[in-house]
Each structure stands twice: as C-alpha cells, then as structure tokens.
C-alpha cells in the first residue's frame, strides 16, 4: 500500500488491454523506486510514444510524455540542466531500438546520469501490431504474418557495447528479479538499462497461439536462463533462449554531467585568472 504514494491513483484503473505485462513492469518500477528511497519531489520520469509510455501517466511525480523516440533526448537534457534531479525514462522496444536508436546509443556512450527501463513487448503494440527490432525471427505479427525474417536486437549486448556502465535484463514472469535490478539501475551512478519482456497477448500473443497471457509468461519461463545458467550450457543448446539476469557493471566511467560541470568550473577559474 505504501507504493500508492507514487502512483496518480485517480487515474485508475489503467487503459492497458486485459492481460498485458505492462502494468507488473510499472509495479515493479514502483516497487524499486521504493526500496531505493525515491523521493517523488527530486525526480523526473519521460516517456516516448506507444503503449509503455501511459506509464508515466500513472505515476505521482514530474512526468513528461513526449514524442517518439525521443525521450532519450529530452531526459539528457532536464539531466543536463538539473543534474541534482534523478531521471528515469520509461519505453517501450519501438521506442529505443528503432526511431530512438540512435539517442540509446549515444546515451550509453556518454554515460549519462539515467534510469532507462525498457518494456519490451517485440511489437508496436499500441498500432496493432507491426514487428519491432526486437520482434524474434520466426513470429509472426500484423507486419510478418508469415513470420518474421528478420534478426531481432540484442538490445542488452548493444546499450553495453556503446559504453552503459549497468546492463540487466529480466522478464515479467520474474518480478522479484525485475525489481531488484531496477533497484540497483536506480542507485547506479551513470547509465542503467534494465530491458524487461512483457507479454502482449493481444496483438503479439494470438498470432502466435499465445492468446492467453498466462501462457505468454510460461513462455517467458521456459526461455530464460540464467547468466550461471548459460555458463553450463553449450552454444547450440542457447539457442533461443533469453539471458536473464545482471548483465554488466562497472564503476570506473565517470558519469556524464558530473565531468560537464567539473569542466565548465575549470574553465571559470581560468577566466577568472585572465581577467586578473
């Protein structure tokens, strides 16, 4: 009961579709916001465009709910001008790997003072369907009814590669794992990404005789496996499966707007030394 402090309760119950796994991403957001001592007044949580992004609608703090793929950008810049703040963004698989690609990868580079969580259902959910980056080959959607050709990102493996200092990736099915590495994303001093799959039993499910979203998280079960896990297990026997777990960390990447304000202090002592 003491998460409702967080959420715009008046705004309930929300306008997900029956069954979608959106709503146990935003509890266990909640959750970790919560264990990691989230002071609601102090932070600032930005959306993009698409069915992850009502997220923010939800909760009891400063939203933005802004354009697509974008809201990379726009968290930069309330991090740039307020880095006292904590931001959060909040965004869906469309959003980050496609048209917001490019802002994921350069947010990751910097090392950037951000909470990115992404809530990856492998559709555009909220237009009925089409493939997304992340949709896995072989599915079919509204797009690819004959199934995907594609190979979908490996979203975690791309934001650790482009410079994020803390990757972990976690399902709906497991919750109690999701909230835990939201809470560490949370109290990470530079650029956490946290992917989360969330079932769409509506316009991913059904087409791919998932209907049911109880048998979307069994699905989820049966193929994820552990960072321990896969270490005991062959390539082949990888093979479609989703790691699962706390993918990287390091401490040693100063974060972004912290070498920004050092510098801008340099240089203002320097001038002040000229103008003397």
């Not at 266990?28 to 001592?37: D, N, P, Q």
């Not at 777990?245 to 972004?256: A, I, K, M, N, S």
Request: glycine residues 10%; proline residues 4%; hydrophobic residues 40%.
């Amino acid at each position: 009961m003491e998460g409702l402090r967080l959420l715009r309760t008046e705004h309930l119950p929300h306008i997900w579709c029956a069954g979608c796994g959106h709503g146990i991403v935003l509890g266990a957001v909640v959750r970790a916001m919560l264990r990691a001592g989230v002071d609601p007044d102090r932070t600032v949580v930005v959306s993009g465009i698409g069915c992850s992004s009502r997220a923010v609608g939800y909760l009891n703090m400063d939203t933005l709910h802004t354009t697509h793929g974008r809201a990379l950008a726009f968290a930069t810049g309330i991090k740039l001008a307020r880095p006292d703040l904590r931001v959060v963004v909040l965004a869906g698989d469309g959003d980050l790997a496609a048209i917001g690609g490019n802002h994921l990868i350069h947010a990751a580079r910097r090392n950037m003072g951000i909470t990115c969580v992404c809530f990856n259902n492998g559709i555009y959910g909220m237009t009925s369907g089409q493939y997304s980056p992340l949709t896995p080959a072989g599915f079919r959607t509204a797009t690819a009814p004959h199934g995907h050709l594609e190979r979908d990102f490996d979203l975690c493996r791309l934001v650790q590669a482009a410079g994020a200092t803390y990757v972990a990736r976690s399902t709906t099915y497991h919750v109690h794992q999701t909230i835990e590495y939201v809470t560490r994303a949370l109290g990470h001093d530079g650029f956490s990404f946290v992917e989360v799959l969330s079932q769409c039993p509506t316009y991913f499910g059904r087409r791919n005789r998932m209907a049911d979203p109880v048998r979307m998280l069994e699905w989820f079960r049966e193929r994820a496996v552990t960072v321990t896990q896969a270490g005991r297990m062959k390539p082949e026997e990888l093979a479609g499966r989703v790691l699962i777990g706390e993918l990287h960390r390091t401490e040693d990447v100063p974060e972004y707007t912290r070498s920004y304000r050092e510098l801008i202090a340099r240089l203002s002592g320097e001038g002040d030394r000229h103008e003397r």
